[in-house]
């Protein structure tokens, strides 16, 4: 027995539209559900993504309040022992440091310029606390240099606020 479409179509009409209905119903419950895992991933990661740079806000804050409370000249003077100052601002800037690290995952290079800016004087704080602990005691030098990295890190304060600023705008303008 040879049929035509033309005569399995007329013939045999509702089974013809249950098996078409039955396939959509089932192509149509792979794309959904794929969908949804798309998006499941896609807010895991966006959730993810503003825990990483909330720690790095948190993060900056505490590094920037103990530097800020420091008293480098007396560290330099010999009234403060280095050790003393290293076990202070350590904790944080290795927090701050775990946080860059966290926001590296999570961002790509285009977003992470103005973490980079923020995080950058953060860095160099630390490698001029270095330079501290190694310094040779030259009263005059020393003032000079700790006059220095007060004013830079005021500066940079300064600065990275700013970028914060434009930090939170660029997230908020994520959302509207």
Do not use: C
């Amino acid at each position: 027995m040879n049929l035509t479409l033309k005569e399995v179509l007329t013939t045999y009409w509702p089974q013809v539209t249950a098996i078409a209905g039955f396939a959509y119903i089932i192509v149509d419950y792979f794309i959904k559900r794929n969908d949804k895992q798309r998006e499941l991933a896609q807010s895991i990661f966006q959730t993810q993504k503003n825990q990483a740079i909330n720690n790095f806000i948190d993060t900056y804050s505490k590094i920037e309040l103990a530097l800020l409370q420091v008293d480098f000249k007396g560290a330099i003077e010999g009234k403060i022992n280095l050790k003393e100052v290293d076990e202070f601002v350590m904790p944080a800037l290795n927090d701050f440091i775990a946080a860059d690290y966290k926001l590296l995952m999570v961002l790509d290079d285009l977003e992470m310029e103005n973490f980079l800016a923020v995080a950058d004087p953060i860095f160099k704080s630390k490698d001029t606390l270095k330079k501290f602990a190694h310094m040779h005691v030259d009263e005059r030098k020393n003032r000079n240099l700790a006059n220095e990295y007060g004013l830079s890190l005021i500066a940079s304060i300064e600065s990275n606020r700013e970028i914060l600023r434009k930090i939170g705008y660029q997230f908020r303008s994520q959302y509207k």
